[in-house]
């Protein structure tokens, strides 16, 4: 056979066939190309909508795995719906769900969830900036900026901001590895600790490793899945574990710049921002009022704390307060409280935990910020004042447009279930803030509910965690600076 001849009956000779196979190549890095030069854009002109855009491409990636047959524990097909209101709430890290967490997926199902709430929980660009910076052991100005925009709402918007910021852009790569630090050691920390009580209550070994492993991970994302069929009932009364989840669950939600800030302050003795004072100061405080609220309204009511030993009751109000603040793990039915609890519960989700968390809500310093601005305002001060610091009216007004934008998205979704499910308001509200501030509580209403409900509620828990800052960034069209000042005219407002 020569050079020239047709190889395989194709009618093409072997230098045709290697031009044809240089061009297909050639196009393929084309391509690959315009991509990335797609991707790298969007990141540099609008990290908002980069992160949206990744974010629900990895929930849709989750949504296809958890809807195969291998995924589940019969082997069966999980239905599209709870397929992605698990996928949305384990990258969400919220922990509501439509079906049973121990019974219903497979190894290789809950490992994929695994994994989803991991990402969730640190951040899909602060996870991709800690693999580049892996990979490269450096990190330029656009991943440092794009590692930014993960932690700061603020620098979502294009243009240059102030940099008195928790994280200064110079920190990133410091922060980066404090992340990356952090979770290695308290997820291998945690489990540690919960193994044991689990080897007392008769488990076998390896069965006790790995749901050890699950509740570190799922507390310290602030997700509240529970991989035991009983739920948390086995621990109701077990302090030591009660307390292990409790400090999982409060350092995720201080949220990965405090506890940076924590660390510089202990090595370098550096001094402690305004957002790392107002973040511990806010979150021990709600811990507190929580805790003292839930007691008082629950402490003779049987189905709750009222069956338990009076010197326990304490205990559970103040794990219950920690709850609400985004871990979502609970040792009483929350569909038996009373009303006005789960009222002031829906108060505390609301707020949710820290800023650049692992937590919900609206955070503990977007509070604090209106309360500041009330009480300056009831003071007559022309600005707002705060451990001898001035807070620009720039955060005011990020503040006030974070809750207005929550407020809204929890009305909205409410509004679509109680119309749907008819279901008492109270249960409706509570449920709704719980998807909106990735909690997790829930008095089981996304299980009894209709598919139509699972989606409005995933959509719920997408808008939570994306944020409402960086969606409505995201959603802008235009984030040019304005370089002129129109006339002024005071409205009469009050």
Request: net charge positive.
């Amino acid at each position: 056979m020569t050079h020239r001849e047709t190889a395989g009956g194709c009618g093409l000779d072997a230098d045709t066939r290697r031009d044809m196979m240089r061009t297909e190549v050639g196009e393929r890095k084309t391509r690959a190309g315009r991509v990335r030069g797609f991707a790298s854009g969007l990141a540099e002109s609008s990290p908002a909508r980069f992160a949206i855009l990744i974010f629900t491409g990895l929930i849709l990636i989750l949504t296809a795995v958890l809807a195969l047959p291998i995924s589940a524990a019969d082997r069966s097909a999980t239905p599209l719906a709870d397929a992605l209101f698990t996928a949305v709430s384990a990258i969400c890290v919220t922990g509501l769900v439509t079906v049973d967490m121990a019974t219903h997926w497979s190894t290789f199902g809950n490992v994929a969830i695994l994994i989803g709430l991991q990402v969730g929980g640190i951040g899909v660009l602060t996870l991709a900036s800690i693999l580049g910076l892996v990979v490269s052991r450096r990190l330029g100005l656009r991943q440092k900026l794009i590692a930014a925009s993960d932690t700061n709402p603020m620098r979502t918007h294009a243009g240059p901001i102030a940099e008195s910021q928790a994280v200064r852009l110079g920190e990133i790569g410091g922060l980066l590895t404090t992340v990356a630090v952090s979770v290695l050691a308290i997820e291998l920390v945690l489990p540690v600790l919960i193994v044991p009580p689990l080897l007392i209550l008769g488990w076998e070994p390896w069965p006790a490793i790995w749901k050890g492993f699950y509740f570190a991970a799922s507390a310290f994302t602030n997700t509240g899945f529970v991989p035991t069929v009983e739920g948390m009932a086995p621990f109701a009364e077990d302090v030591w574990m009660l307390t292990v989840i409790g400090f999982g669950v409060f350092l995720g939600s201080v949220g990965f710049p405090v506890i940076f800030a924590l660390a510089r302050k202990v090595r370098f003795r550096a001094r402690l921002s305004v957002h790392v004072k107002l973040t511990l100061v806010a979150t021990l405080g709600l811990l507190v009022v929580g805790a003292v609220f839930i007691a008082v309204l629950e402490w003779n009511h049987q189905p709750t704390l009222g069956g338990q030993e009076p010197w326990f009751r304490p205990i559970t109000a103040t794990f219950l307060s920690m709850m609400t603040r985004s871990g979502g793990f609970s040792t009483v039915d929350v569909s038996q409280m009373n009303g006005s609890t789960l009222l002031g519960m829906d108060m505390l989700m609301f707020v949710g935990g820290g800023s650049a968390s692992t937590a919900g809500g609206i955070k503990v310093t977007t509070l604090a910020v209106l309360f500041l601005a009330a009480f300056a305002e009831a003071r007559g001060d022309q600005s707002m004042n705060v451990f001898e610091r001035r807070i620009p009216n720039d955060v005011l007004r990020l503040a006030v447009s974070v809750v207005l934008w929550g407020a809204t998205i929890v009305a909205t979704a409410a509004i679509a279930i109680l119309h749907i499910t008819k279901e008492p308001l109270d249960v409706v509200l509570f449920d709704t803030i719980s998807a909106f501030a990735t909690c997790g509580l829930s008095t089981d209403l996304p299980a009894r509910s209709p598919d139509s409900v699972k989606y409005i509620l995933s959509a719920t828990m997408w808008a939570g965690r994306v944020g409402t800052v960086t969606l409505a960034a995201a959603l802008a069209a235009s984030q040019r600076r304005q370089l002129f000042k129109r006339p002024e005219e005071r409205p009469i407002v009050g």
